[in-house]
Each structure stands twice: as C-alpha cells, then as structure tokens.
C-alpha cells in the first residue's frame, strides 16, 4: 500500500510570508500531482511532476518532485488570502498511470489579510 | 465546458436506507472515477470504469456497494443498507486517457444518521 504523508497538516500564516508544504512517501510514483480543494467542491488540478528532481512553477508556487521520486514540496512566494485552501498531493504508480492515485492527508492552509 | 456533475449534492439518509448518486462525466471523457472523502482526510479511490468497463475496484467498495457506467457515459454508485461509517463525501472524476488530467465534480456529502 502507498502512503503520502503531508505536513504540516495546518497551516496558518500572514498575507506576504512565504511557506512550504511538503509530501512524502516509501514508495515511489510514477508522477505527482497536487490539487487544491475548496469547501464544497471537488480538487481542482494544479500542478504534475514527473521527472526526478523536476521543478515546475506556476505564478508564485514552485512545485519540486525528489530525485528518487518518493516526494514532493510545494512552495508559494507572497501568500495571498486566494491561496486559501486544501492543498492534496496525489501520487500515481506506473501500471496504472493516473487511473488509481494515492492521495496525501492534506495540508489546510489559510492566509490571514 | 459543462465539468462532471454529480447528483445530488448532499444527501442525509438513516442507516439501512439504500442511496444513490449519479456522475455525469465530461462528455468526450471515456474514464471515469469514483473516490470518497471523509473529513479531514484526501480522497481515498473506489473504483474505475473505461467506457462501460468496470476495471478496478478498492478493497474498501465492499459488497454493499455496486457502481455502474451502463452505456459509458453517465455512472451511479448505489450503497445498500448504509452505515453511519459511509458518511463521506463521494467524488467522481473523469478523464480522457489513461495518463491525462482527472477532472473532479463537486461531489455528493453523504450523512447516514
């Protein structure tokens, strides 16, 4: 059984401050995914790293996948409150591809105006 | 771009009762996903269907639940004889291929009492 655990599980800062979420696991995936997730509705796709050691940025979050493909972190620059939200990581394993992901626990992040 | 859409959106029922849910996917989408979310947990997978095909199934659908994709389009996920433990939120996701995006509704809040 794969387990991706997130940490922190809660995060609460100030509109401005930096963070970084992170995910890890024993086992490795073939990709990883985060989502974000709002109250009432399903994950919404972020972001998804494939390559060890492959870093993606969108706006102002940086997404690292590890080398050895068993983690990894997510890092926003200048939170903003839009950030708010469930951040999930979701791993998937290489005969399945995407049809059988493993999710993290989840970090619940909220940035404070 | 109508996304998946998941019917109904919240649903309380008393233990014993029989429900179910209804997904309708993207509609060029040939998979499609069903995952359960309890609170404060990611979403954990059910099962999978190509086209009409049900291809994989958790160990946690356990025989009180059944899912079908008939025509292999839309899909319902019955529960039998719920208990208060299948209280959880009921995600379906759909996606073009194997290895592309998954696309989530906004799921079904289930509360047995």
């Known amino acids: 059984t794969q387990l991706l655990e997130q940490s922190p599980q809660f995060l609460s800062i100030q509109e401005g401050e930096n963070l970084t979420v992170y995910c890890n696991s024993s086992?490795?995936?073939?990709?990883l995914q985060w989502y974000r997730q709002e109250p009432g509705e399903g994950p919404v796709l972020l972001v998804t790293?494939?390559?060890?050691?492959e870093v993606k940025k969108l706006k102002r979050l940086t997404f690292q996948f590890g080398d050895a493909r068993k983690d990894s972190s997510l890092h926003i620059t200048a939170a903003q409150p839009g950030d708010t939200g469930l951040y999930l990581c979701?791993?998937?394993?290489?005969?399945?591809?995407?049809?059988?992901?493993?999710f993290g626990t989840g970090t619940r992040l909220t940035i404070i105006p | 771009d109508t996304g998946v859409s998941q019917n109904p959106r919240h649903k309380i029922t008393k233990r014993g009762q029989n429900v179910t849910f209804r997904c309708d996917p993207i509609?060029?989408?040939?998979?499609l996903y069903w995952y359960r979310q309890t609170l404060g947990q990611g979403p954990e997978f059910l099962t999978y269907?190509?086209?009409?095909?049900?291809?994989?199934k958790s160990r946690l659908l356990s025989d009180r639940f059944s899912a079908e994709r008939p025509k292999g389009s839309f899909s319902t996920l019955e529960i039998q004889r719920t208990e208060q433990g299948d209280s959880a939120m009921y995600l379906c996701?759909?996606?073009?291929?194997?290895?592309?995006?998954?696309?989530f509704g906004n799921g079904t809040r289930l509360t047995v009492t």
């Open positions: 996701a759909s996606s073009y291929a194997q290895r592309s995006p998954l696309h």
């Open positions: 086992s490795v995936f073939s990709s």
């Open positions: 790293v494939v390559t060890g050691g």
């Open positions: 979701a791993g998937a394993i290489a005969n399945f591809g995407n049809e059988k992901l493993t």
């Open positions: 509609s060029e989408h040939n998979r």
């Open positions: 269907f190509q086209n009409e095909a049900q291809l994989e």
